[in-house]
């Protein structure tokens, strides 16, 4: 279907050689379509908007974005072509606790409204990325479930990993994050491996992965 506004449309159906005609009408209703489904707190991601109202007697459609309610934080704005196509809208994900949400994209004028889900998903890190077994280490965690346990555990790729050796545990805020978990790496390791660190929310089963390589 190509690019229309918001609203009835008329559809004419003519043969070439008989020249009969047929007629059916269609409604317009808006669409949003996202860059990605998912993505980490303060990640961007670009949505577009589709079947809104047109520039129509000197009246420009905004395609307002809002997260979590059509009256929810907004994200940003972008007026319609002629054809009821917004701008590609560059968002940015709010700190918020992991799970699935919707984006809300409203007409202004119309009052058109589209909805689409995203899913918040955690993300983990460690400073340094390298060094000696037997040394310091801090971990760092965003977007897991509001103030859960989350266990980080070493050598552990994913949520289903068979790994006893636990690094530390930890309780996240509000939004799902934690700073400043300090760790000891383990005592053999293998020199010269990268090995996976996993943390899993207790609560959420939200999981993510870092990586450290042992130098010495």
């Given at each position: ?15 070439q ?61 972008s ?31 119309s ?17 340094p ?47 799902g ?15 010269a ?17 870092t ?6």
């Open positions: 279907m190509p690019q229309a506004t918001f609203g009835g449309h008329t559809i004419y159906a003519i043969g050689t008989s020249q009969k005609v047929a007629i059916t009408s269609l409604q317009v209703k808006p669409k949003v379509i996202l860059s990605k489904g998912s993505g980490i707190q303060g990640s961007t991601v670009t949505l577009t908007g589709y079947g809104f109202l047109g520039y129509v007697q000197d009246i420009t459609e905004v395609v307002n974005v809002y997260w979590g309610s059509p009256t929810g934080t907004l994200l940003g704005s007026p319609t072509n002629g054809l009821g196509t917004s701008g590609a809208l560059t968002l940015k994900i709010p700190v918020i606790p992991a799970g699935s949400y919707n984006l809300y994209a409203v007409g202004q004028a009052g058109a409204t589209a909805t689409i889900s995203f899913k918040v998903i955690p993300s983990l890190k460690i400073k990325t390298s060094g000696a077994q037997g040394s310091p280490a801090t971990i760092l965690g965003t977007g897991f479930g509001a103030n859960e346990s989350v266990t980080v555990k070493w050598n552990c790729a994913t949520s289903t990993c068979t790994s006893t050796t636990v690094l530390g545990t930890i309780t996240t805020d509000v939004n994050n934690f700073n400043g978990l300090s760790v000891t790496i383990p005592t053999p390791s293998t020199v491996t990268t090995y996976t660190i996993g943390a899993t929310g207790g609560t959420s089963n939200a999981f993510a992965t990586h450290y390589k042992v130098t010495s």
